[in-house]
Each structure stands twice: as structure tokens, then as C-alpha cells.
């Protein structure tokens, strides 16, 4: 019998669909789909939770990330290899984040404005939990859930 990790369950695969399978199966024909006016595509959702979460974990593991603070969203389309590249840089930022959860004095460091680590991580937990969500209401939209096995 296995022990139940809180952190695994928020991270990769609690509450929703397993973030990996969220993620499979798609063209870039369909991550590049704004399915009505004012919503953004597969690619553009998961590309804002993916610099997110890349910069927090940086900044986490002392690796102060460079990003562009006006670049919310990417401002072309994706090509298959990119959007493959960004599903498989997203999910190591997952396990940057397990990483992190695995050393209990570490999350207890706090910045300069008293947010612990700890914080940070349920921070990024319920960012990439809102938007994995939209993506999967864009999947149902565009009649691309549930992923084929």
C-alpha cells in the first residue's frame, strides 16, 4: 500500500484529470483554436502557465528566471515542435516543483515580504489548476476531450 503524498496529488494528478493527459494528444492545428472571441488557444494557455511557473520555480531554486513582465502571452502560433517542447517543459517544471516539496526547511524560506516558499508552491498549484482547466473547456469546446488513447 502506498503513502499518500499531498504534493503529488496537487501537483500532478488531484482533484482532475492527470496533467499529462490534459496536455496529450494534440496538433498544433488544435492548440492554435480560439474557439469564441476573447478566449485564448490551447497553446497560449498553456504557454502563459508554463512562464509562470518556470519563473516562480527560478526564482525558488535560486535561479532567478529572465522574463519580459509584458509578455503575459505568446504573440505568434505554435508549431507542432513548439508545443510539444512547451507540454514537455511544462510538466519538468512539475517535478521542479515536487523537487522543491521534498525539503521541508526549504519551504519554510521566506522572501523579503514574509511569503514562504511553501506559499509560492500552492500559488503555482492553483495558477496551473485555473488554466489546465480552461484548457480542458477548450478541448471539450473543440471536440478534442477526452484525449484518444
Known sequence: MSTFNKWEH????????ERKKILSGLTAEQVNVKPAHGMHSIY???WHTERCQHIENDIELDKKGQSDPD???PKTPATQEEWDNLVR????GL???MKLTSDPER?????????????NVYSLIVHNTYHLAKIVSIRQMINAWPPKD
Open 10 to 17: 496537487l501537483i500532478f494528478n488531484g482533484e482532475f484529470a
Open 107 to 119: 519551504l519554510k524560506e521566506t522572501d523579503g515580504q514574509g511569503v514562504s516558499a511553501e506559499d
Open 89 to 92: 517543459d511544462f510538466l519538468k
Open 71 to 73: 509578455e503575459i502571452f
Open 95 to 97: 517535478d521542479k516543483m
Open 44 to 46: 497560449e494557455e498553456l
